[in-house]
Structures are given as C-alpha cells and as structure tokens.
Antibody, heavy 116, light 110 residues
C-alpha cells in the first residue's frame, strides 16, 4: 500500500513536496515512480527513485525542476517540484514498480493546485 | 519522448467486445516486452490490469486480455460489463531508463 500526503495549494514560483509512504512490503526492494495527471488529461511519467541506493532518473521535461528523495527509516519517498507554474496543477501519483514497466500499486494521488 | 497513441474513445454494448490499440515506435512498444495497461475510474487512481503485454494480475477477470504486434499493443475487453466503463491507459518502457504512457481511451458501455 502507498499512502500519499494531502492536497496542496501553492503560488506560482513556489515549490511543493509530496510524500508517499509504503507499507506491506520491503520498501528498498522496488523502485518508486512518480506520475502526474492534469485535470481532464492523461497520465504523464515524471521519473523514478531506487529507494535502496537513492539513485534517480527524471523525464527530460522535468530535469532541473524535480527532485526525488527517500527516507528509508520511515519507508517514504518524496517528490519535490520547484518553480511551479499554473500548468503544474495536477494530481501527482506515486507507484511501486515491478520489473518490466509494471506499476502496482498506486498511491491515492495528491492534488497540487498552483494559483495566485 | 512522445506519448503512445491511443484512440480517444471506444464503445460497445454489454456482452460485446472492445479492442483498444496503443501505437508506439520501434524504440518503445516495438522493442520491449514491457507493455502494461491500466484502468482508471473517475476520481480514482489507475489500476493495473495487464502487464508484460499479456499477463493478468491476480484478481483481474479473464475478460481482459493483451497482445502486441510490431509497434502496436492492444487491449481487448470481452463480455463488456457496466463496471468496465472507465479510462484505459497503456504504458511501455522506452529505453535509457525512461517510460511513457499512452494518450488514454475512454470506454463507454452503451
């Protein structure tokens, strides 16, 4: 199970940090991916973190603005997105990655609203 | 990395079958056996229904099946039921540690 932090409202230019707490499995055994979905739009892959090593890889679109981290002591992954713009308004999901591009389960989603 | 192409909508009557395509390139769908499908009901998180092209997770009805030919993957829902009305997304590994989702298909049960 993956449980995410609550909804956030941010002003343009600010940063947001979303958490994703894992339970029911060994946190360090599986990568965690982040995916977002703008209102009425499709799913957009953002990147992943290896909770064991801390290694990360980000989609080119988000490089320089996104940082993924983890705290192994509390089985929690984090996604930090900076320099927020109105088009960053979306539901942000974390998902455990089973090998071969299989995402299961997903967190419940965190709505981030960027508005002045 | 461009999104995989899916038809915006598909529909069928209860009991009928509907097939959704997911077209990529030789650098993603065509090059890997790492295609998965997700079902998303309004306001809910996506749910895995097919992985590795044609495998079903435990608990997913066998009405759902997947296949792949060349650069196009397909999801077939047989014996449509009212609860199958949802959005469906494909996903593929795209090489160099990157992943990509499809544009999504809204399935309507008439």
């Amino acid at each position: 199970q993956l449980v995410q932090s609550g909804a956030e409202v941010k002003e343009p230019g600010a940063s947001v940090k979303v958490s994703c707490k894992a339970s029911g499995y060994t946190f360090t055994d599986y990568y965690v991916h982040w995916v977002r979905q703008a209102p009425g739009q499709g799913l957009e892959w953002m990147g992943w973190i290896n909770p064991n090593s801390g290694d990360t890889h980000y989609a080119q679109k988000f490089q320089g603005r996104v940082t993924m981290t983890r705290d192994m002591s509390i089985s929690t992954a984090y996604m930090d997105l900076s320099s927020l713009r109105s088009d960053d308004t979306a539901v942000y999901y974390c998902a455990r990655a089973i090998p071969a591009a299989t995402f299961d389960p997903w967190g419940q989603g965190t709505l981030v609203t960027v508005s002045s | 990395q461009s999104a995989l192409t899916q038809p915006p909508s598909a529909s069928g009557s209860p009991g009928q079958s509907v097939t959704i395509s997911c077209t990529g390139t030789s650098s993603d769908v065509g090059d890997y056996k790492s295609v998965s499908w997700y079902q998303q009901h309004p306001g809910k998180a996506p749910k895995l229904i097919i992985y590795e092209v044609n495998k079903r997770p435990s608990g997913v009805p066998d009405r759902f099946s997947g296949s792949k030919s060349g650069n196009t993957a397909s999801l077939t829902v047989s014996g449509l039921q009212a609860e199958d009305e949802a959005d469906y997304y494909c996903s593929s590994y795209a090489g160099r540690n990157n992943y990509v989702f499809g544009t999504g298909t809204e399935v309507t049960v008439l």
